[in-house]
DNA sequence: TATGAATGAGTGTTCATTCAT
DNA sequence: GATGAATGAACACTCATTCAT
């Protein structure tokens, strides 16, 4: 039984790993139901065996990409570090992604996570902004950062920051190298370092 | 004959502007052509006299609304102003107009901005990025920014941010009120002024 | 009034004829009273003040032009010639059409008057089937002909000959040069000179 | 699986049939997609299960219409009788179509041999016309047919008497009974045989 | 006469979903 | 579980015709 269950999780893994390489590929929209059966080497009629619709679908190919970030967020946020090394890690985590599932950041990053209808929809899942406001907020406590940063607005711009370096690899404008990771990363924390700390 | 191509043009804007305003409550794919002319007031038919498909409108609405906002930006870098008061400009220009064209901003934001395809064909959405990448370049020639940053990349975490702002006021995630909008503008040049200088 | 009437009459006559150069081109269904409009240089509404509509259009191309050679081919039964000779003057009439108005064969001869609809609706616009076998009964009268041949086939026949050899130079698959012309004549009439004498 | 092919095959050619009946008897134009399926109580979606639009169905229904006549004109040429009983069985052949699948008759007559575009599209419409130009060939090559008979132009004619004969009965101008059917294979043979025997 | 903006009925096609096998 | 034939609601787009100017 548990071997069954086992063979089923795969099955659905199966299609719901072919929905993210067709919707990174095709796009949210332009994605058909027959088009993800056919990524996963099924016929289309089998998808509404392990989902309910082609929206649960899009929903838990979010949701399960997703969820493994947000795990190490929390994580990062449980480390103990100062504020600074645990927004450096938080940004790692979210760059590094695009090195080793583009199609996820293409996909969940880039189209899922800001798709009004998805984001309605989907509420428990809210972006990881609210974990780097918690972040700043701590900062602030602690004196790591300066008193007047308003924590929502400093994470809004530190996620947007990220998501727009992500977006421009996404979009071809810049490369997404291994070296562009790295030296995102860097300028990145390099300009809350300080904007964050006040001086 | 001018009055008459006055008049066109005016017809054409109406049609434009409702679809402005059906884009931003209904979202582009949920948005039928037949409430774009409904809400202008005309057959459906009329819509296909001023352009070729409803994808053309969305084009047409954003380049006509964008265009004005890249011109702004424009004469911000010919002022001859400080590097950090022209980024001042440049994200009062954006921000703010999500006072007078909430709409505007929900469209560009939701449906351009976060669609790919549309984003190949309009390379337009990226000349914000450029001018600030140039402002960010006269910054560090003139040392008014630290001499190890990257342009490109500072441009990009820059608009980023602005974008993030944006996005959680048409998400609804804050309100966007004037003051929010102070703020935000406030926030963003208290990180980027020390966080692009380096000190 | 005489010039006037011929003003009226010669715009009418521009758009007729753009109408035969248009169906020629795009064929029957494919044409819109744009093109035909556009054709002529007229705006298309001007096309209502001379046509009550698209199709009275066409039923007028088809009148106008078809008349000429139905005027021509009753010259012929009139003529008082042999059977054979009016036979050879009819298939020279209709024959070499190509080689002054291509197009008008190409439309009136070829679509318009096979097509069902136009066919039932003009019905006095018979094809020139019936003066051929009046011609054929004629010539079975004088002994011209065998008596045992039926007329109404054999002008069915002697018809259906001469448009399918229009067919091929319309669609290319003869070049329908002036020799192709005087060689399908001649061997049209090679063959039922001696094919209708029975001998 | 043999038996699901074969069910799905009757289904595409209950299609099919449906069509020739509805093209056959409103005109291609005319007919609507929603009447082709009704008319095969089937819903309009699946349509374009078996075909890719309505165009094809067009297409298909001639072809596969078609290709049963071509094998049996194919099957006479092989016959080793003489040019003259070859014409005659090719007559016969296409002649007598019109008493076992008159609705096949019209639209290939109407819809297919009268629109310059489709004919384009399959070349398959002349194929008679070749078999018939290399049967005249041949009986120019035993003498049964006068040397200087232009097989091309004399294969055009013979087919355009079938092709108009044809015609007559499908708008109707004769009413093609049995009878008729028999005295139209004999009166185009009565003219041909001495027509391309020359005496 | 002449224009072309405006209308709106009409239709081919797509595609998520269901269900018999 | 698995298949893919079958369904039908939904929708963008066309184009003949009208009419104010």
Not at 17 to 44: L, M, N, P, Q, T
Not at 45 to 73: C, M, P, Q
Not at 90 to 95: M, Y
Not at 103 to 113: P, Y
């Amino acid at each position: 039984m548990g071997e069954r269950a086992t063979a089923t999780e795969e099955k659905r893994r199966l299609i719901l790993d072919a929905a993210v390489r067709v919707f990174a590929r095709k796009g949210y929209h332009a994605s058909r139901v027959g088009d993800i059966a056919e990524e996963a080497g099924v016929a289309h009629g089998l998808l509404y065996h392990y989902f309910d619709s082609k929206d649960e679908v899009l929903e838990a190919a979010f949701r399960e990409n997703w969820s493994v970030l947000l795990e190490r967020i929390q994580a990062v946020e449980e480390s103990g570090e100062s504020a600074r090394e645990q927004l450096r890690h938080v940004a790692a985590i979210l760059l590094r992604t695009w090195l080793h599932q583009p199609d996820v950041v293409r996909v969940v990053v880039r189209e899922i996570a800001r798709s009004p209808e998805v984001q309605q929809r989907i509420g428990e899942l809210v972006k990881p902004i609210e974990a780097i406001r918690r972040i700043v907020e701590r900062g602030r406590a602690t004196g790591e950062f300066r008193a007047d940063l308003d924590p929502a607005l400093a994470a809004t711009i530190f996620y947007g920051g990220i998501d727009e370096i992500l977006t421009s690899w996404v979009l071809g404008q810049a490369a997404g190298t291994p070296d562009d990771v790295a030296a995102a990363e860097r300028t990145l924390m390099d300009v809350v370092s300080v904007g964050f700390a006040g001086r």
